[in-house]
């Protein structure tokens, strides 16, 4: 039905098998994070054909990510488009929680970066989080993954998921820090603290991946390594409801090796390493198992290395144009990536995938996107890069995708100044989850 219906059902799957930078000025392109290869020369790569800077080109990429979440975003609930057409004038009605959360976050990127008038902005969110605390179906405080984004209604009967409402959370609790706004502060803190964390463990030491009334919670479990870090310090760090700190220990760590590279991971695409850094600064911080910021490092050098190994099979792979991630294709949606090679790869380029991993690897992942930006003009639509494109077949696709477009925007921001790290991180329930679950 959708990119998350597919996404958890692989999920499923593999568990079943499964045993930065402070400003870009240049200095992001440094060492300073522990990633990214060399120092490049300032100024524009040769041959990328795209005439401005670096900090120009993730200016017009947070700029149309902006324009997608103010655009296409009812302004009476403030939720979010699960979709929409990458020129604009969609008239579709679904949205998804990690979208509007996503958004959330955007917001506050535009309002620092000037992009609307700060009262206007203000007023979105101040919308959002009233229709969401007061008027948004809801269980135990958990949100339905898809809902009409004109009344908050349950589409498709979706299940009450557990990662949506982290990845909302996570919006929210952004908003809660940057706007000083005594209501916005106070709708946040409500919205954290009806969770009911302790309710999706339903028995385990693992949190179910989400609940329908129909059937009740569901047999999949957050059980091996994802996006699900920020799901678990979110409910340990619950002043309300927490679980116990030894459920950051309960899901499993396999490891990855391929071309002498070790890290963290299960058979997954490229954005199990993104999502959770999006918010969590990881950075210079490891708990008993892994520095997970270095481990993302790792894991886009490898699925950098992973692209250019297919080469020979798909001819527009290279050091200019790499990167995949769950997406759309000529097909429908997709969960395809690597290593080791996932789903039905066919040459398809995914912008999300290099652009949600600029802070790990800035000087190759900009490289990508400059070279896009430059030599195909028909990737790039009102609301920046479209989902997806294919140079072998010529296909682009119609649509740009909330989750992917949004988590590039962020991840753009945290590489030029690490100001939604910075203003995340404020919250107190956040350091103190990373403490309990053995940060140091």
């Known amino acids: 039905m959708h990119d998350r219906f597919t996404r958890r059902e692989w999920i499923t799957r593999i568990a079943q098998v499964a045993a930065v930078s402070p400003a870009l000025g240049f200095s992001l392109w440094g060492n300073a994070c522990g990633g990214g290869g060399s120092n490049p020369s300032p100024g524009p790569p040769p041959g990328d054909n795209y005439p401005g800077t670096d900090d120009q080109l993730l200016d017009e990429i947070e700029r149309a990510s902006f324009l997608f979440f103010w655009e296409q975003t009812d302004p009476t609930t403030g939720q979010v488009k699960d979709r929409a057409l990458a020129g604009g004038n969609d008239s579709r009605t679904i949205s998804s929680i990690a979208a509007t959360g996503f958004g959330l976050t955007v917001l506050c990127v535009g309002d620092q970066r000037g992009y609307q008038p700060s009262q206007q902005i203000t007023d979105r969110v101040r919308t959002t989080l009233r229709f969401l605390l007061n008027q948004m179906p809801q269980q135990n405080g958990f949100f339905y993954h ?19 409402t982290a990845i909302l959370l996570c919006g929210v609790l952004t908003c809660r820090k940057h706007f000083q706004d005594s209501e916005i502060v ?129 001819s527009d792979y290279s050091n200019d144009l790499w990167g995949i991630t769950a997406s759309d294709s000529v097909n429908g949606y997709v969960v395809w990536g690597g290593p080791p090679s996932i789903g039905p ?48 077949n010529g296909w682009y696709n119609p649509d740009v995708i909330g989750i992917n477009l949004g988590n590039m925007a962020v991840m753009a921001e945290n590489a030029r100044s690490g100001s939604v790290w910075q203003t995340f991180m404020q919250n107190p329930e956040a350091s103190a989850a990373m403490s309990l679950s053995g940060f140091h």
Not at 149 to 164: H, K, L, N, Q, W
Not at 280 to 286: A, P, T, V
Not at 362 to 389: C, M, Q, S
């Open 146 to 164: 898809f809902v009409d984004m004109t009344t908050g209604a349950r589409a498709f009967s979706s299940e009450v998921s557990s990662i949506d």
């Open 345 to 392: 790869i066919d040459g398809t380029v995914v912008p999300a995938a290099t652009g949600g991993s600029l802070p790990f690897l800035p000087p190759e992942t900009i490289h990508v996107l400059r070279w896009i930006r430059g030599h195909y003009p028909n990737a790039w639509k009102r609301y920046g890069f479209v989902d997806a494109f294919n140079p072998l």
């Open 186 to 314: 106070s709708l946040a803190t409500q919205l954290y603290e009806r969770v009911d964390w302790f309710w999706m463990l339903n028995g385990s030491t693992t949190l179910s991946h989400g609940w329908t009334p129909e059937s009740g919670f569901l047999s999949a479990r957050w059980d091996i390594y994802s996006e699900l870090m920020m799901l678990y310090l979110l409910a340990i760090g619950s002043p309300t409801h927490p679980i116990p700190p030894a459920s950051w220990s309960a899901w499993a760590r396999p490891t990855i090796l391929f071309q002498g590279l070790s890290y963290i991971s299960p058979a997954a695409p490229l954005f199990v390493h993104q999502y959770s850094h999006a918010w969590f600064d990881f950075r210079s911080k490891q708990d008993a198992f892994a520095n997970y910021f270095q481990n993302s490092i790792t894991a886009t050098q490898a699925h950098r290395l992973f692209c250019l190994s297919l080469n020979s099979r798909f």
